[in-house]
């Protein structure tokens, strides 16, 4: 599950990248213990997280181009004005329940 997941989203980032018309001189993957970086043109863009610690594998942090920070980052960082509610809302995730 956890390979096809994988498979999905970086087909995702994949095709926005060509939609965007957006000249990409590389895209790599760098696997680092419980977590795959996603790396575009050298600058990291997101990482596949996959930790025992949460219940499911999310995409975290999510990076703009120019570095901005898309997702909210409780409850892995306090940020001031940020909410804290929700602890199982973390990064970009995908789920589905009582699937036949």
Do not use: W
């Not at 219940?55 to 909410?83: H, M, N, V």
Request: proline share 4%; charged share 20%.
């Amino acid at each position: 599950m956890k390979k096809l997941l994988l498979f999905l989203i970086f087909s995702l980032i994949s095709g926005s990248i060509l939609f965007c018309n957006v000249a990409a001189q590389k895209v790599e993957f760098v696997q680092k213990d419980d977590k795959i970086d996603v790396l575009f043109d050298g600058k990291k863009i997101t990482s596949y997280v996959f930790t025992d610690t949460l219940t499911k594998p999310i995409i975290y942090p999510l990076l703009s181009p120019s570095g901005t920070i898309l997702t909210r980052q409780y409850p892995f960082a306090k940020i001031e004005g940020e909410a804290t509610d929700h602890k199982h809302h973390t990064g970009l995730f995908f789920t589905f329940d009582g699937a036949n």
